[in-house]
């Protein structure tokens, strides 16, 4: 039994609100945009690609940086986020982004003028992961929603956001005419990480539905219940499905041979899974009501 109306709140599997409706639809696409940005200089930084690290930082700062600011309601005590990295995750991801921020553009310049050192690009892979892997850390350490409550989270996010970052820096190097340089390279990244979130989306649901009761819930909402038509629709056959197509036909015939409005529809598709995944996560934790139910009714 699911909670649909207000005096029901905790005797029946109450939805979390508060990360997506209203408000939390900014930490929503603040996450998205941080982790995306993230995973696009990391790959860019891969192959010296400066238009890529540079959008990518400006996805992750000006885009999910713009949209948690805003989440917070009153931007100019953003500084409070910063206050306690001991026990918050907000707090360590803060950090981290105002690392990547004065580090990334420090390398850029470096890469433009001059060389960058070794250890520098290291050390910006480095927070580029951490910015990427603390948001699914932050749910994840959320204790009363199964669905988020499992280490799986933060290493879905994290391929999630490599991937993502990855169809990017392929279309920056499409737009800049620089396919044949970096594409194949980028394009193997992409056939390891389409691989792996195919996995971890597999095992991160089946942990889930048995780890609990609300656990079972939250699964059985993306997969057969009012979601269903998002999950599989949008996520497994735009998301996973096409890209996964064009990823074949790659291997097959060569990146070369791919069309690129064909190359500009995987990636938009697998965006557009990936945020629509990210939605279902957030949408179906559920936490147990505080009334033991013995059996979980049909969605």
């Not at 982790?35 to 930084?45: K, P, Q």
């Not at 995750?89 to 003028?113: C, N, P």
């Not at 390891?192 to 699964?219: M, N, P, T, W």
């Not at 279902?280 to 969605?299: C, D, E, K, Q």
Request: glycine share 10%; net charge positive; aromatic share 14%.
């Amino acid at each position: 039994m699911i909670q649909t109306r207000p005096f029901e709140f905790m005797t029946r599997y109450t939805p979390q609100r508060e990360w997506i409706l209203g408000r939390g639809v900014l930490l929503w696409l603040a996450f998205f945009f941080i982790e995306l940005g993230a995973g696009m200089l990391f790959v860019a930084a891969l192959f010296n690609s400066l238009w890529g690290m540079f959008i990518g930082w400006l996805v992750c700062l000006v885009l999910g940086g713009g949209f948690h600011l805003l989440y917070l309601g009153q931007p100019l005590r953003f500084y409070r986020a910063f206050l306690r990295p001991q026990t918050s995750w907000i707090s360590r991801g803060m950090i981290f982004i105002s690392l990547f921020a004065v580090l990334g553009i420090l390398h850029m310049a470096l890469v433009y003028w001059a060389t960058s050192p070794l250890g520098l690009l290291i050390i910006i892979e480095i927070i580029a992961f951490l910015v990427t892997i603390y948001g699914g850390f932050a749910m994840s350490y959320v204790n009363g929603i199964p669905l988020w409550n499992t280490a799986l989270l933060p290493v879905l996010y994290v391929v999630a956001g490599f991937w993502g970052g990855a169809e990017l820096a392929l279309g920056v190097a499409l737009a800049t005419g620089t396919l044949s340089q970096t594409g194949p390279g980028i394009e193997e990244i992409i056939r390891v990480l389409l691989a792996a979130f195919i996995l971890i989306v597999a095992a991160y649901l089946v942990s889930v539905r048995y780890s609990s009761k609300a656990g079972e819930v939250s699964v059985r909402e993306i997969v057969v219940g009012r979601w269903w038509a998002l999950f599989w629709i949008v996520v497994v056959l735009l998301g996973v499905a096409f890209p996964l197509g064009v990823v074949s036909s790659a291997v097959v015939s060569g990146l070369e041979t791919i069309p690129a409005v064909l190359l500009g529809l995987s990636i938009f598709f697998e965006l557009l899974g990936d945020l629509s995944l990210r939605y279902l996560i957030l949408r179906n934790g559920f936490y147990s009501p505080l009334t033991p139910i013995s059996t979980v009714p049909s969605a």
